[in-house]
């Protein structure tokens, strides 16, 4: 059965940081490209950014918003992707998602509320 499980979310103040974590199981993980999404309340999913599989080598995506402060990476060997997410903003607030491309695998989310 294709599973994606995200964990990590919370609550943080702005400036700060999170990782979230995404494990996967029933696929084989290490072949497919890994997603992020995002979805605040009252607004379209939105992309986040993509890891590719390591075939060539792994390439990174990143949406605008998110260049230079979230950071994605996969552990291969474990079946987990990862978001690490710095300097949060209160606009960061959303159910974070990940995604298996290929598979087209979706977890249940996790949310993040950046807030004082």
């Known amino acids: 059965q294709v599973q994606l499980v995200e964990s990590g979310g919370g609550v943080v103040q702005p400036g700060g940081s999170l990782r979230l974590s995404c494990a996967a199981d029933?696929?084989?993980?290490?072949?497919?490209?890994m997603r992020w999404y995002r979805e605040a309340p009252g607004k379209e999913r939105e992309w986040v950014g993509t890891?590719?599989?390591?075939?060539?080598?792994?390439?990174?995506y990143y949406a605008d918003s998110m260049k230079g402060r979230f950071t994605i990476s996969r552990d291969d060997a474990e079946n987990i992707l990862y978001l690490v997410m710095n300097n949060l903003k209160p606009e960061d607030t959303a159910v974070y998602y990940c995604n298996a491309q290929h598979t087209g695998a979706w977890g249940q989310g996790t949310q993040v509320t950046v807030s004082t």
């Open positions: 890891i590719t599989n390591g075939g060539s080598g792994n390439s990174y």
């Open positions: 029933g696929f084989t993980f290490s072949s497919d490209n």
